[in-house]
T-cell receptor, first 114, second 112 residues
Framework: QKEVEQDPGPLSVPEGAIVSLNCTYS??????FMWYRQYSRKGPELLMY????GNKEDGRFTAQVDKSSKYISLFIRDSQPSDSATYLC??????????????FGKGTHLIIQP | EAGVTQSPTHLIKTRGQQATLRCSPI?????VYWYQQALGLGLQFLLW???????NRGNFPPRFSGRQFPNYSSELNVNALELEDSALYLC???????????FGPGTRLTVL
C-alpha cells in the first residue's frame, strides 16, 4: 500500500462548477498537509497549508483534513479554465518536512471546460 | 520578493556522465530540499540541506550528492548518469524547521 493515494484523473468539469480533489494516506504520523498546483512543465505552487484536522479557507479554495479517516480534500469554488492543472497533495510528520521530506501523492490532472 | 531559482532549465547528458544542477533559495530561507519528479513516479524526496550541512536524504544511491554554500544556495550532483535519471529535478526552500516549502521551476534532465 502506497503511503499517499491520489486519483490521477483526468477530472473534467464545466467552468463554474465546484471541484473536489482528495487524497488518502496510511501513515498516522502525518501532521502537516499541503496542496500544490502544478502547471505543465512548471514547478509546484503552494496553495494551502494546514496542520492537523480541520478546515481552512483561502479565497475560492477550501482545504479539509480528517485525521480519523486519514483523508484530506481540496475544494475549488467557481472553477475557472485557469485552474486547469495537476493538483498534488503533500504531507509531513511532526518533525517537519526536513526530517523526511514531504510525501506527495502522484497528482490529479484537472481540466476545466470553458 | 524573488522566488526560488534554478539553473539550467534543461540539461542533456549521456549515460555515464555527471550532471550539476543549481538552486538559489528565497532570501532568508536557510533550508534547501531537492526532489526528483520522474514520469509516473511522482515527486520523491532526494536531499535536505540546512546551514551548510546535509541533514537527511531519501532512498537514492550515493551517486546523488550535493552541497550547500555559505549564501545558502545549493548544488545537486548526479554521477554516473543512468537512463532512469531522466526527470524534472525540483528545488524547494523553507525557513529552518518550517514546513512550508516553496518550489523553483525545476531543471529537466534528459539522459541519452
Amino acid at each position: 500500500q502506497k503511503e499517499v493515494e491520489q486519483d490521477p484523473g483526468p477530472l473534467s468539469v464545466p467552468e463554474g462548477a465546484i471541484v473536489s480533489l482528495n487524497c488518502t494516506y496510511s501513515n498516522s504520523a502525518f501532521q502537516y498537509f499541503m496542496w500544490y498546483r502544478q502547471y505543465s512543465r512548471k514547478g509546484p505552487e503552494l496553495l494551502m497549508y494546514t496542520y492537523s484536522s480541520g478546515n481552512k479557507e483561502d479565497g475560492r479554495f477550501t482545504a479539509q483534513v480528517d485525521k480519523s479517516s486519514k483523508y484530506i480534500s481540496l475544494f475549488i469554488r467557481d472553477s475557472q479554465p485557469s485552474d486547469s492543472a495537476t493538483y498534488l497533495c503533500a504531507m509531513s510528520g511532526i518533525t517537519g518536512g526536513g526530517a523526511d521530506g514531504l510525501t506527495f501523492g502522484k497528482g490529479t490532472h484537472l481540466i476545466i471546460q470553458p | 520578493e524573488a522566488g526560488v531559482t534554478q539553473s539550467p532549465t534543461h540539461l542533456i547528458k549521456t549515460r555515464g556522465q555527471q550532471a550539476t544542477l543549481r538552486c538559489s533559495p528565497i532570501s532568508g530561507h536557510t533550508s534547501v530540499y531537492w526532489y526528483q519528479q520522474a514520469l509516473g513516479l511522482g515527486l520523491q524526496f532526494l536531499l535536505w540541506y540546512d546551514e551548510g550541512e546535509e541533514r537527511n536524504r531519501g532512498n537514492f544511491p550515493p551517486r546523488f550528492s550535493g552541497r550547500q554554500f555559505p549564501n545558502y544556495s545549493s548544488e545537486l550532483n548526479v554521477n554516473a548518469l543512468e537512463l532512469e535519471d531522466s526527470a524534472l529535478y525540483l528545488c524547494a526552500s523553507s525557513l529552518y524547521s518550517h514546513n512550508e516549502q516553496f518550489f523553483g521551476p525545476g531543471t529537466r534532465l534528459t539522459v541519452l
